[in-house]
């Protein structure tokens, strides 16, 4: 009977040499450059309570409603022993996949339960039910589960505040600066560029206002980009204000769009109730005429935010970093607060946002820690990478020094001896486990692009000399073993 070989999971994949090699060199300039920057890199867990994600990114946005793998951490003895058919829909209605937190109305076109009973059943149940500190966008209080719920992180900026909030990094004073390297989890519909386990660079500085600031993570971004071969590539820009003025560019919004929402798409119509910043991030075409037309966030900063959007503009210019105000850009997380920007390459197409990024002045206070300031950027480093070997810039890189060919019983010690000490003095080097013909070697040294070939037989043996082949200019030498290393790195260094 066959067996059926089991698969990767839809939307995850397995990254292989040499494609992980240049992986490998992508993240050496991170660590190079962060470190230059003086950041520092912080490293937290990958399952994250899904409450820190609700409160964070937002309860109502695509991540958090549709996305992210989220478990329940235990079950309660009550929940094992319910009795109640009408709490026992409720939970039921909290379990499908798709909603973690919800309004009682979600719940009542869940459940066939109208609001008072399910206001009831709640009550009755006071261990199993509780309400949720966040809001939906409009205000209505949500629901979750008592359980403990856990959710695979989506993101790591709110992860890495809420370490900064847990362990009181604020007491030491100062800024902040930390950087992070890992795999993110949303479950999207995969295609080229986007995948449900992807990775990402990230940064973030914590603890400063200044518009300075904003500059210099650009500036260390682009120098990031341009060490790793990107130089073709837009810095879209924008600022997105600070809750009070964006509380009242919304009033503005709302009112233009109840005039033209009836003509936009479904999703546009329930955003334009719901949430009305996510309409400009609407692809829809037919849409796009009618959002170019909406008013401009940026059109409407109170004086404070405006001066702090000048202030990055000219911090900009003054590096010589080239970007394009693009009042659309709002981006998909809730946090966000005056400065967000993206860098979008052309080689990537239809996923082709490579960073995104920006200003999060209230994210600690809204995770329960002091004002904090902050701002940072992501790296998609799947979509980099495709971008860095689309413009043919950094390139795998493993290349084998030497290999060594043995013939013969006696041959082998040696062999393994030499192949140990190169190897302790940092070189690669590849030995063959079995007898081979010396033909054969050869041919495996060249297939396996080794730039030397150590030959050791019983001739090599009986004089104390082995031969050493260069395998790019075909040059064979004698030489003794106790010399090889320095031989061999003589000529690698060009001397
Ligand atoms: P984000 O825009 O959601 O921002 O993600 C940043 C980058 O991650 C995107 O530009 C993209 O390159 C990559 N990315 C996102 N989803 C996927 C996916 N499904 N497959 C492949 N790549 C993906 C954030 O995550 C914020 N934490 C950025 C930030 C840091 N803001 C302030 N600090």
Known sequence: MRIEPIRSVKGTRDLLPPDTNLWQRVEAEAHLIFAAYHYGEVRTPILEETALFARSVGADTDIVMKEMYTFWESQSEDEQNLKDAKAQQILNAFRTRQYRFRTLDALAGQTKLNPTEIQETMDRNPSLFRKSLDRDASGRDLYALQAESVSLRPEATASVVRAYIEHSLYNQGGVHKLYYIGPMFRRERP???????????????LGSQNPFVDAEVLEMLVLFLDRVGIREYQLLLNSVGCPTCRADYLKVLRAA??????????????????????????????????????????????????????????ELQARGLSYQVTPRLVRGLDYYTRTTFEITSGALGAQNAVVGGGRYDGLSEMLGGPPTPGIGFSVGLDRLILAVQAAAGLKSEAPLAAYIVWMGEAALPPAAGLARELRAQGMSVEIDYDPMKIKKAMGVASKLGARFAIIIGEGELSTGRYQVKDMGSGEQQEVAPGNIAAHLKEIMNGK
């Open 257 to 314: 769009l109840e005039g033209v929402k009836a003509s936009m798409c479904g999703d546009c119509q329930r955003r334009a109730d719901t949430n009305p910043l996510r309409v400009l991030d609407c692809k829809v075409e037919s849409d796009q005429p009618i959002i170019e037309n909406l008013p401009k966030i940026i059109d409407h900063l109170d004086p404070e935010c405006r001066r702090h959007f000048d202030r990055v503009t000219r």
């Open 191 to 205: 295609q080229k560029g986007r995948y449900r386990q992807f990775y990402q660079i990230g940064a973030e500085v």
